[in-house]
C-alpha cells in the first residue's frame, strides 16, 4: 500500500511539474509586438497605455512601446537598424516623411481596406495609415501675451524680446513642421525669414514634450510651437483657456500623423492588426483627448466639445516629392540662418 500510495504520490509530483512547464513554455511563446512612436504618444498621459490595454484584451500579445523624442528620430532609428530592427510597427511619422520613409525599403503595404476617412486631404497611399490630424500652430500664453500675432510675417518682424520655443526639425516632426510653414509662406526667401526669427528663438529643443511641457508651460515664453488641437487638452482637462492658438492669417501646415508596418516584422500579421485597430472606432474614439489631436474618422458626437471651440485655419501643404526632394538643402538652409 505505501508503495502504492507513493506511486501515485510520484505521478501527481510528475504531472505537476510537466503541467508548471507547459505554461511557463506558453508564456515565452506569446507574441511581443514592438511599436515605435513619440515619447508624448507613449507616456502614461499619453494614448499609449489605453490603446495597449484594449488592443491587448483582444490579440493576447505584449504590446511594448519605444519611445522617442519625435518622427524625425524615429526615421532615423529605423535606417541605423536596418533589416535588425525589432520594430514591428512604426508610428508618428507624418506625411512630410513619408516618402523618405519609403525609400528605405524598411516598409510594407497594409493589407486591409481603410474605412472612410475625414481628412483635410485625399488618401491614396498603399503604405502609410492615417490615424490622427492637427495643424502646426504656435500656442501663446494669454496672461502672458494679450495681444499675440496674427500672422507669420507679423511674428518674423516682431520685435526682438518677444521669446518663442521651437523644436528642431532634425528630430521633431513640429520642427521640421514649422520649417516648411515658413517655406510655404515666404518661398526664396526663407532664410531671410529666419535669419530674423531666429533673433526672437529662445531655444530649439529635440522633442515637442521637452518644448511644451518643460518649458512653455513653466512661463519660459510665451510662445511655443505646437498645434491648433493643443488648447483642446487645457480646455477639457484644466477648463482653462489660458493657452490658446494664433490664428495666422496666410494659413497653417497641416499634420498627418501616420502608421507603417515593417519589412521585417517578426509578427507581420499581428503588426497589420494593431494598424487597423488603430483607425477603429475604439480606437478613434480615445485619440482626441489622449493625443489632442483630430481623429480620421467620423465620430460624430463622440467629439470632445473642445474640439468645436478650436481655430478653423486655411490649410498649407507642400507635395511630399518636393519635401523629400529639398528636405536636406531645406534643412541647411536653417542651420545655417539659426547659427549665423
Known sequence: M????????????????????????????????????SDSFTSDWGPGPQ????????????????????????????????????????????????????????LTPYQFELPELNLPVEWTSSVFVPYDWSYFSFVYDARQLSQPPTSLKALVDAPDDLKVIIEDPR???????????????????????????SRKILTVTPGWSEAYQSLFLKGEAPLVMSYSTSPAYHLTVEHSDRYRAAQFDEGHYLQVEVGAVAQHSAHPQLAQNFLQFLISEQAQKSLPLTNYMYPVIDIGSALPPAFHDLIQPQSLLISPDRVAANRRDWIHEWLEAYTR
Open 51 to 106: 490603446l495597449e490595454k484594449s488592443f491587448e484584451a483582444r490579440c493576447h500579445c505584449d504590446l511594448r512601446w519605444v519611445g522617442l523624442s519625435g518622427g524625425a528620430s524615429i526615421l532615423q532609428r529605423l535606417r541605423l537598424e536596418g533589416e535588425a530592427s525589432p520594430a514591428d510597427v512604426v508610428l508618428s511619422l507624418d506625411m512630410n516623411l513619408m516618402q523618405a520613409a519609403e525609400k528605405t525599403g524598411l
Open 171 to 197: 528630430t521633431s516632426t513640429p520642427g521640421f513642421g514649422l520649417l516648411l510653414w515658413v517655406k510655404a509662406v515666404y518661398g526664396d526667401q526663407a532664410p531671410q525669414a529666419w535669419a530674423r526669427l
Open 2 to 37: 505505501m508503495k502504492t500510495v507513493w506511486f501515485w504520490v510520484g505521478c501527481v509530483a510528475i504531472w505537476v511539474n510537466f503541467a508548471v512547464g507547459s505554461v511557463a513554455a506558453a508564456a515565452d511563446k506569446t507574441p511581443v509586438l514592438t511599436v515605435y512612436a
